[in-house]
């Protein structure tokens, strides 16, 4: 007696995730993540360098980001995002395309970078002028400062805190003091950098303090890649979801 013909499940909606090879947190991902939608992650290769410019030029390796799209391509998610702030902003606008096209070239069907997923909030918002907050030393925070005037974003005033490691240790207190330190004189919006960022807990309660949106890096790719699929975390407070 032949066996039964096997039978296939549909393809339920899926995230596939590329992220540089010290991401460390992956469960902020997965907690900003819906039912039934799956999160496909996998890692470029580790590069021995601390937290700067020559590391945020170096995660833009093209060949590497459309290789690890393959890899999270057999999966077939619906939209496939470069988890990687600095490195989708470090070459300015046409850098963040470049990317953007590799991850295509690789097999991604909707292809997302932190730094795009920024640029598309602040239009969903809408907002215009934001504040920015980062871990980084102060030559990067620089340049996400002119891929943002470069996009016509103004921002209002910066923070940063000189880290070249450890991001993802960094306590809730801490970044919430980060964000609070910031001179929001006109800005309609906060936008705290870095994936490593822990972020997930501290955003509704700041958001409520300064009364204003504030974004992360890890919210808007989230945010972005999940609008895609037409899918929206259960009772999730941020004022982006409302948004967009």
């Given amino acids: 007696m032949s066996a039964p013909a096997p039978r296939l499940d549909a393809v339920k909606p899926g995230i596939g995730v590329v992220a540089p090879s010290d991401l460390a947190l992956d469960r902020e991902l997965w ?28 995660l833009g390796d ?10 999270v391509s057999i999966a077939a998610p619906g939209a496939t995002a470069y988890l990687c702030t600095s490195a989708s902003f470090v070459s300015g606008i046409a850098g963040e395309a470049r990317l953007r096209a590799a991850m295509e070239a690789g097999g991604a ?3 997302i970078t932190t730094s795009g997923a920024l640029l598309t909030a602040l239009e969903a918002l809408p907002a215009r002028r934001i504040a920015v907050a980062t871990p980084y030393v102060a030559a990067l ?34 970044v919430r003091e980060l964000a609070r330190g910031l001179p929001l004189d006109g800005a309609e919006a906060v936008f705290l950098a870095c994936t490593n960022l822990p972020t997930f807990d501290v955003i509704p309660s700041l958001e409520a303090e300064l009364g204003i949106p504030v974004l992360s890096a890890n919210l808007v790719t989230m945010w972005a890649a999940l609008r895609h699929l037409g899918s929206t975390p259960d009772g999730r407070p941020e004022r982006l979801f409302a948004a967009g």
């Fill in 31 to 58: 907690r900003w993540t819906p039912e039934p939608v799956s999160l496909y992650l996998t890692r470029t290769p580790h590069l021995e360098a601390r937290v700067g410019l020559e590391l945020a030029h170096a």
């Fill in 62 to 71: 093209l060949d590497a980001i459309a290789s690890a799209c393959r890899d």
């Fill in 109 to 111: 069907r909707h292809a």
């Fill in 141 to 174: 925070t620089e340049r996400l400062v002119s891929f943002l005037t470069e996009a016509g974003i103004t921002t209002t005033g910066t923070s940063d805190l000189g880290m070249e490691a450890d991001i993802w240790r960094l306590s809730t207190g801490t």
